[in-house]
Nanobody, 116 residues
Framework: EVQLVESGGGLVQPGGSLRLSCAAS????????MSWVRQAPGKGLEWVSS???????FYAESVEGRFTLSADNAENTLYLQMNGLKTEDTAVYYC??????????RGRGTQVTVSA
């Protein structure tokens, strides 16, 4: 059974940083395309970033230069380092199997709230 468990969310002031984690079981992160997506209150799902099999990373324009996606193969865990957070980054963040064009199973999510 594949499981994705996100953690690391919380309340942070604008300009602050958070690091989200996604612990995977039942699949090997390094052998799959993986993504982070988010859903802000009252809005649809928004693609944030992907890391493809082979290691190439891609980012939405709204987070380019502020967010960094990485994978720890030994821990079978994805990370999303988020710096320079803005109020508009407030959302529930999910990790998901697949790339931005073909998203599959995702976890339960972790809440990120950016507020003064």
């Amino acid at each position: 059974e594949v499981q994705l468990v996100e953690s690391g969310g919380g309340l942070v002031q604008p300009g602050g940083s958070l690091r989200l984690s996604c612990a995977a079981s039942g699949l090997t992160v390094s052998r799959n395309d993986m993504s982070w997506v988010r859903q802000a209150p009252g809005k649809g799902l928004e693609w944030v970033s992907s890391i493809l099999y082979g290691g190439a990373t891609f980012y939405a324009e709204s987070v380019e230069g502020r967010f960094t996606l990485s994978a720890d193969n030994a821990e079978n865990t994805l990370y999303l380092q988020m710096n320079g957070l803005k109020t508009e980054d407030t959302a529930v963040y999910y990790c998901a199997i697949g790339d931005r064009w073909s998203l599959g199973q995702r976890g339960r999510g972790t809440q990120v709230t950016v507020s003064a």
